[in-house]
């Protein structure tokens, strides 16, 4: 299977250490979320490093199954979403961590979405597509060593055990916070709050492009046409 290096341009063979070093970089989260806390914001045009490397060529959205073009979709609806929260949190620090009804509200819709849109979207891949595409990666070699080989289905489900657990200390940290009387100790705990609320954005970030631009092109170079539709009919 061939990828392409966006650094050089040039197509190389992905072999199992290269793989599992694309999906399953070195802290890039907490690196990177370190890094914009120093520089305030992130310009678009100057993404994080953990973005860089390669991606799974030749594979167009069109050409996809809807199974696939769904779960992107639904990518780019969480993204808008995902901008939004990170927005009001960058604001509510701006503020000395006073809440205004605006911050107040993108909040309470930011954490409804990830309680009925993002969750719900996790369970539907690990339940239609990650058996299947879990199962193929491992018949095609891209896998680990070992009784019992890692492929990057296990990676992507560790990410979703990791949203649940960020998005649950943010919201509590949050409302911990506010209950607070020690002025000192209110500002400590929104600090790790809005620390563990940029690490949950950036968590989400880089799953959603590791998804669309390596698993899911994946998926639909190792899955049949005859497979997909019997996934769409829940066998």
Known sequence: ????DPATGKRIKKTDEQFGKTLNAEDPIKRNVEKS??????????PPDAYDGTTIEDVKYEEMDALLQQFINEH???????????AALMAFKENGYRL???INKAFGEFFHFFDHNILDHNQREEKQLFPLLHQKLIESGEKG???EPRTAIDMMEDDH???IQLGALTFNMLGLAAR?????????VYDVAFNNGRELIEM???HIFREDNILFPLAHKLISREEFTRLANGH
């Not at 806390?37 to 100057?46: R, T, Y």
């Open 1 to 4: 299977m061939q990828i392409i």
């Open 76 to 86: 780019k609806t969480g993204i808008k979403q995902i901008e939004q929260f990170e």
């Open 37 to 46: 806390l120093e520089m305030e914001e992130n310009s678009p045009m100057d």
């Open 161 to 163: 055990v990791k949203f």
């Open 100 to 102: 205004t009804d605006e």
């Open 180 to 188: 607070v009387p020690d002025e000192r100790s209110r500002m400590f």
């Open 145 to 147: 060593e070992g009784l």
């Open 204 to 206: 989400l970030r880089l």
